[in-house]
C-alpha cells in the first residue's frame, strides 16, 4: 500500500486540524492505520492508531482526548483529528500501515508498520 498525506498547514494555539491520509491498493482494510509524529530535533513519535474495522484505537497518552483517529474503508482514507491544538504539536506527521495484526499490538512500535508515508507539516503558532 502507498500513502498520501494531507491537510498540514499554520494554524493558530486552540484551533483545530484534520490530517487526511489516503492510501492505495485494494488490501488497505486488512492494515492497521497509525499517526506518528516528529519535531524538530526529536525523534519520530506515536501519536494514534487503529485496528482493520475502526475499533481497537490506541493514542499517546498525552494527546487522549485532543487527538481523534479515524478511518473510511470505503474511500481508503485515515484521518487525525486534532483539537485544541498547541504549539508543541507542531511537527511533521506521517501515517503508516503496517499488516502484520488486525489491532494495533502496542501502536507505538514501528517496527509493526511496513510502509509510510511522506510527512504533512503542522505548525501551530502561539
Known amino acids: 500500500v502507498q500513502l498520501q498525506a494531507s491537510g498540514g498547514g499554520l494554524v493558530q494555539a486552540g484551533d483545530s486540524l484534520r490530517l487526511s491520509c489516503a492510501a492505495s491498493?485494494?488490501?488497505?482494510?486488512?492494515?492497521?492505520m497509525a499517526w506518528f509524529r516528529q519535531a524538530p530535533g526529536k525523534e519520530r513519535e506515536f501519536v494514534a492508531a487503529?485496528?482493520?474495522?475502526?475499533?481497537?484505537?490506541k493514542y499517546a497518552d498525552s494527546l487522549k482526548g485532543r487527538f481523534t483517529i479515524s478511518r473510511d474503508n470505503a474511500k481508503n482514507m485515515v484521518y487525525l483529528q486534532m483539537n485544541s491544538l498547541k504549539p508543541e504539536d507542531t511537527a511533521v506527521y506521517y501515517c503508516?500501515?503496517?499488516?502484520?495484526?488486525?489491532?494495533?499490538?502496542?501502536?507505538?512500535?514501528?517496527?509493526?508498520?511496513?510502509?509510510w508515508g511522506q510527512g504533512t507539516l503542522v505548525t501551530v503558532s502561539s
Open positions: 503508516a500501515a503496517g499488516a502484520l495484526a488486525t489491532y494495533p499490538v502496542t501502536g507505538w512500535d514501528k517496527t509493526e508498520y511496513d510502509c
Open positions: 487503529l485496528g482493520w474495522s475502526g475499533g481497537s484505537t
Open positions: 491498493g485494494r488490501t488497505f482494510s486488512r492494515y492497521v
